[in-house]
């Protein structure tokens, strides 16, 4: 490449010393192989759009001496509607009151058609956690969640109670080779799946900016309540996966789209915020319109963040499983950070969004975690329509993280944990047990949305060490 001149970069607005300066060097670096042109483009696209770029290593540099100038927004302003539209609420009794108020203003949206909450709901950003909300022609991007595609996934093995008595070391040892957890790094072993070459990647610039991250993060878990977990999975008879009864080993986990999904979130919401002006209560629910340029970027980056958070999971069951010899014999997943488009029995189509609920169609399969030593549940949706056809997510948080950081010490959390017989590597007070609700009152909260039909019990729990 034959060297940037100064008056190059003034033509496309690069005016201040300082950011010439910052350009011709670090092009000079990262760049000394690409076509001029080429380069010359993306000066344009960043100096245009510094905030697709914020996130990018290199480049982000460069986008951060735009980022503070002020960018022109067309906005609507919009009203609340003083009576909301039809709600249904789960296990009331074990739902908090902050929860409660933040989805009756969720419903008071003009854009919602219907909404619930589940059993195991609690305050959250914008939506409550376990709140369910089903719009007309939009996306609310904190009515998915921050953590976008945020989902479980569950392996039965052919193996039982023995295999894990006889080779719990092994196990345990493997748990802590191939996973990794923690906001920032990966695995120390190189990646490989079909999502990274995914053509989305290049359709816009946050997407191209944020392959590296996503490559560099795949098969990695986040911190908070994600977890692994080998244990023991006792199957119902007629179940769904026409297996037999019995107790299978299997591996669970939980985690979401890592650093992919946070930054997509962060970005589109603030386009939300900037376009779609609320009064203060509401304003984390502002919405993109699906038809807009902004709505179908959204969607098309939140359905590929829900891609890669599958693929992580696929990695690290696939992982595990060679290096314990293992042979899979089904895995269920699902998604509860996310939003789909769907035909309500009234034939409206809109668009469902389940911020910490699991998908719950009829003959739908899901798993509702406990908590590191209570069981989680494998689950078929009863396709009831008054819940928007979801089920809980989980225990649902009893303790706000500081409350529980007050209330645990690390020495009676390690009393609890092996008093349950499991193995804790990792983890944190935040996560204790009693920071959760009882999962059998939430699982009895909601007999009409789901059938059970198995209980996973956790042996080796692998989590953050916060």
């Known amino acids: ?5 100064t008056k ?4 496309i607005g690069y005016t201040d010393d300082r950011a010439r300066s910052l350009v011709i060097n670090i092009m000079a670096r990262h760049f000394k192989h690409h076509d001029k042109a080429a380069i010359i483009q993306l000066l344009t696209d960043i100096r245009a759009r510094p905030a697709d770029f914020l996130h990018d290593e290199v480049l982000g540099k460069i986008a951060a001496v735009f980022a503070d100038q002020p960018e022109e927004r067309h906005f609507q302003s919009f009203d609340l509607l003083e009576a909301g539209g039809q709600l249904k609420i789960y296990g009331s009794k074990e739902i908090e009151q902050a929860a409660r108020q933040q989805m009756e203003v969720a419903m008071s949206l003009p854009v919602t058609v219907q909404g619930a909450l589940m059993p195991d709901a609690h305050m959250g950003y914008g939506l409550p956690v376990g709140g369910v909300l089903a719009t007309e022609q939009a996306v609310i991007p904190y009515a998915v969640g921050v953590d976008i595609g945020c989902r479980m996934a569950l392996t039965l093995f052919d193996e039982g109670e023995s295999f894990l008595k006889r080779y719990r070391y092994q196990l345990e040892m493997a748990i802590k080779a191939y996973t990794h957890f923690g906001m920032e790094g990966g695995l120390e072993f190189r990646q490989e799946h079909p999502v990274l070459d995914r053509p989305e990647f290049h359709d816009t610039p946050l997407l191209k900016s944020l392959h590296g991250k996503a490559v560099r993060q795949l098969g990695s878990s986040g911190s908070g309540n994600h977890f692994v977990e080998f244990g023991l999975l006792t199957l119902e008879e007629d179940n769904s996966l026409s297996l037999p009864p ?23 919401t603030k386009i939300a915020t900037d376009t779609c002006k609320l009064p203060r209560s509401a304003q984390q629910l502002a919405w993109l319109d699906m038809n807009s340029e902004a709505g179908q970027e959204y969607w098309l980056s939140m359905n590929l963040a829900g891609d890669y958070a599958r693929a ?10 060679k290096a314990a010899g293992l042979k899979s014999l089904a895995t269920i997943e699902n998604h509860h950070n996310f939003a789909w488009e769907e035909t309500l029995t009234d034939k409206r189509k809109v668009v469902i969004h389940r911020k910490g609920a699991t998908p719950a169609h009829a003959g739908e399969l899901g798993i509702i975690p406990g908590s590191m030593t209570t069981p989680a549940y494998l689950v078929r949706g009863k396709g009831a329509e008054e819940s928007l056809y979801s089920a809980a997510h989980g225990a649902g ?16 959390l390690k009393k609890i944990v092996a008093g349950a017989g499991v193995t804790l590597i990792g983890g944190s007070v935040e996560e204790n047990p009693l920071a959760y609700k009882d999962i059998d009152r939430v699982m009895d ?7 059970v039909e198995g209980r996973f019990m956790p042996a080796i729990v692998r989590m953050n060490n916060e």
């Open 445 to 451: 909260a909601q007999r009409e949305l789901v059938q």
């Open 397 to 412: 948080r009893a303790m706000s993280r500081s409350k529980a950081r007050e209330k645990m010490t690390v020495s009676a």
């Open 312 to 321: 992580c999971h696929q990695q690290i069951h696939r992982h595990l499983a």
């Open 1 to 5: 490449m034959s060297g940037l001149k």
């Open 246 to 268: 019995k107790r299978y080993l299997a591996l669970l986990s939980h985690s979401g789209s890592r650093g992919l999904g946070a930054a997509i979130a962060q970005h589109y």
């Open 8 to 11: 190059e970069l003034s033509k």
